[in-house]
Structure formats: structure tokens, C-alpha cells
């Protein structure tokens, strides 16, 4: 899992890679912590990449990100890109391996969002 810092890192990653996933990460909140190991553990079954956010560090991008895709910004927060669209996202406690598991074969073999 990498760590995505700024715009810069962001638009790399877009254009490296068709789907991936992106978890916003804060660094302070309890519920935040139980995502990220839950990204973790997904981390062990997929073969996708994975990225992560902390919050506190990258703002601004956090914020574009919400407003480019026109998704509201939560922390904790799972994004599954695909074709450089948001095709699936999760916050709180519905952050779960499972979840992710689900999003990832549902989008698997698609090869335009939301089809």
C-alpha cells in the first residue's frame, strides 16, 4: 500500500492505473483505525492496488478528490476507482474486508463504470 500525499501522487496513480482502490485514513479516529486494518487484511486477498490518505496530511487532495467526484468526504472512507470513476465507496464501519471483497468481484471484469 502506498500513500497518496498530494494532487501530484493522485494523477500518477490515474493514469498508471484502471481500478484500484483508496481508503481516506484519519489518523486520530478509533473508527478510522478498525478501516484501515480491515483495508489491510483485503490487502492479503486482492491483487489490486491499494492506496491510502491520511486526512490530517493531505487535505486538500482528500477535498478534491470529494469534489471532483462529487462525493461527500468522510473519514473513514473506501473508493473503488475504475476508468478514472468512483464506481463504489464506503465509510465508517461499513468499511469491512468483506465489503471490499464484494465491490472488487462485482467490478471485476467490467470495463466501464457502473455497467
Keep these: 500500500m ?4 498530494d494532487n501530484r501522487d493522485f494523477q500518477e496513480v490515474l493514469q498508471k492505473q484502471d ?5 481516506k485514513h484519519s489518523l486520530t479516529c478509533p473508527i478510522s483505525a478498525e478501516a484501515k ?3 489491510e487484511a483485503f490487502s492479503e486477498t486482492t491483487e489490486l492496488p491499494l492506496y491510502i490518505l491520511h486526512v490530517q496530511e493531505a487535505r486538500p487532495l482528500s477535498n478534491e478528490i470529494a469534489d471532483t467526484y462529487g462525493i461527500k468526504h468522510e473519514s473513514p472512507q473506501a473508493l473503488y476507482f475504475n476508468q478514472n470513476q468512483v464506481v463504489w465507496d464506503a465509510s465508517h464501519w461499513d468499511v469491512t474486508r468483506e465489503a471490499l471483497t464484494e465491490a472488487e468481484t462485482k467490478y471485476a471484469n467490467k470495463k466501464e463504470p457502473n455497467s
Design 2 to 5: 502506498e500513500i497518496l500525499e
Design 19 to 23: 481500478r484500484f482502490f483508496l481508503l
Design 37 to 39: 486494518q480491515q483495508f
